[in-house]
């Protein structure tokens, strides 16, 4: 009688090895990669206030594999934040989040339609993720309302992999307003290296003329006694401005997505 038990456990043993062998070299192909891309499987409540919506429909067809489809997704829509996949019909569905107004319009997405993978930690931790202008770009912003010069708070947003927020379009200001509370911000906006030379700390890129008209008033920048080569959101205007730099605020650090202006 133990010699039976002994045997059988043997036996399950064995089983149990087999079926371990086959699943974990399934399971390590199929998640390196996509973790690699950071996407991750979730079921779509667990994103609300998120709307997924199809960026393409019908998806893809023939796309042979999950990873497959999170390269395409990624490679051919920058601001995708996840796909459905299919594995029984080879369909993938590239999808981008919306939330507020945005979501309204949006398809529901439905469970036959494939299994739904999500882009993880879409933002850097302690920071929020925000919709903005009426194509619903997404960036991720965190305000801080504590005081620093401009060089100051530069380095605080730094410290975390990001920069003073790019403020390139009126929508973009709309956005630095409301998350500010329309109080006084610095801006990621200098012409520290040569004056009359403004240059987005995001990028790198000179401020266009473009650019100009839609964030400043039209009395600024103006260099007043030759000493203001650093940018803040005013609250006296609820536009931009040239300051001195060495003045003491708050700031909103900014972490761009792929696809945001
Ligand atoms: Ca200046
Ligand atoms: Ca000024």
Redesign the pocket.
Known sequence: MLLRKVQDFGRLSSVLALVVCVIQPATVTVQDPTAELKFSSANASSISPYVPQRLLSPGWDQVPSVVTCAQRTVSTFPESRGFLYNSTSHLCTPLLWLQGQGAANATAVKSHEGKLYLVNDVCPLDFQLLEYGIRGQLTCVQDHTSSHTYLEATAICNASQSYLVAVKTAEKLALVRAVSGGKDRWVGLD?IVE??NLVWQIDGANMTEEERTAIFPSHE?N?MRGN??CVQFRQHTQMLN?KSCAVRHGFICEVSLPGSA
């Open positions: 012409d004056e009359g920048p260099d203001e080569d040239d």
